[in-house]
């Protein structure tokens, strides 16, 4: 008997290893891969260290698993320039079948296949799309790019250049006269940060002009479906430090990313109506952030506080509150902290990275962070790309991979991204060589199929 319990207890404590181990494998043959790696409290300054590995830069194309956390990897673009990366953490750079991909250009943008690495290889190259600014995919059909030119949103068909004015602005009847009292207006814009609804019915943009240093100076909010101007909005020039504008993911609200020194009703963080008639500061100033939708299916945004060094969760509701003192109370304000960012030069766990965050998938975010050179990797948070469940009663975060990257230039800062479906993650890097020489490749992520089972979180 004793023996059979023996032989039991060896069978399960084998059992148990071979599932731990396959948690950290980017392959487990025949078993079922377990969640990731969990961060025990991201509220907490300290947590588990995972330093990097040190590992060659990898071949293009080749998966390879991330030594810390098992999850899979792969380079998929030569370093060609800024031009092996992609813009932005807060926009999804693939198509809807995940077939293209769109690339940061040197004065225009590269549409490529994804059928075989390096994504950007000659044969490759679908379309070029010159003199436009903002491409974003159609949520539909996987042909359809959407853009800004001049005065006007446009669609182009990549694999037949075929473009569609879907408004010009400068015939609106509303618009046409003051484009022509104001003649340095020269372009409607969110400044590249913001986005339409994700339907992309509502649209907030910005008229810029040349004159006074390039400032903003009029917001306008457009109903596409009705082909109807919401409102238009004149800037004050002591409110024009705008980071950018753009909607709410579901097209509820119009937000204005002011500065924390601007002035009158766009002072810092702003959410109005579409009618720009109410306008409401939801933080004390803008950072790094995204639009996006928390577990429950309501609009939020997920923000670097600055007040308060964590990353917030916070709902674009009327009964939300910012925080405009330096480490003032959460309490009453709607809001919940996500990760605490913990920068502290006098603690031996001070966070030495900066933040980016993608929210393009609901109920989750990515947040990625970079490292400056003869920086030293100390905090849990260091170097390192977490998946973060939006969940306002109980937030969780989870480990997705460890950054090779070092930053000293802009365009080498990882900026990861996560596709609209989850399927992928895609960060800069340029493995800490050439550093601040702006040499950049991208990382991607594959991740699992059935990702959000293996969080116990709907889909």
Known sequence: MRESLNRLAIGAASALLAIVLC?????????????FVNVPDPLSGENPLHPLVAKEVPQIGKPFSDARFGTTLTRVTQADGVKGRHEYSRHDPFNKDQTMIVLLPEGEWKVYRTNKAPYN?????????????EPRWDVNDPDIIWCLQDFCIRTINVKTGHTTTVKDFKQDPAIAPIVKAEPDLYRVTTKDEGEPSLD?????????????????????TWDRQENRL?????????ESKIDWVGMSSLGTWALVGGDWDNGGKLAGLTMADKE????QRLDY???????????????????QNGQTD???????????????????SYDGTGRTSLVRLFYDNESPHGFNCGVHISCNVPGYCVI???????????????RTITLVKLNPIRPQVFYLAKVHNTTAAYWEETQATITNDGAKVVWASNWSQNVGKEQIFLMQLDMPKNWRDMLNVPK
């Not at 980017?26 to 079922?32: P, T, V």
């Not at 290889?121 to 600014?133: F, G, I, K, P």
């Not at 919401?230 to 002591?238: N, Q, S, V």
């Not at 990625?368 to 030293?376: A, I, L, Q």
Request: aromatic share 8%.
């Open 368 to 382: 990625s962070t970079h490292m400056e050179p003869n920086m030293k990797e100390q905090n849990w948070l260091d």
């Open 276 to 279: 720009l008639t109410k306008f």
């Open 23 to 35: 948690g950290y494998r980017a392959e487990c043959s025949g078993a079922e891969k377990v969640p």
């Open 230 to 238: 919401l409102a238009l909005y004149k800037i004050p020039k002591e």
């Open 121 to 133: 290889q000659s044969e490759n190259l679908v379309a070029t799309l010159r003199d436009v600014a």
């Open 200 to 220: 992309k019915r509502f649209w907030a943009l910005m008229l810029q002009g040349s004159e006074d240093d390039y400032r903003p100076r009029y917001i306008i």
């Open 310 to 328: 964590f990353i917030d969760l916070i709902p674009l509701d009327p009964k939300t509150k910012p925080i405009l003192e330096a480490g003032g």
């Open 285 to 303: 100033g803008t950072a790094h952030s995204d639009v996006g939708l928390d577990v429950n299916g309501k609009e939020v945004i997920v923000m």
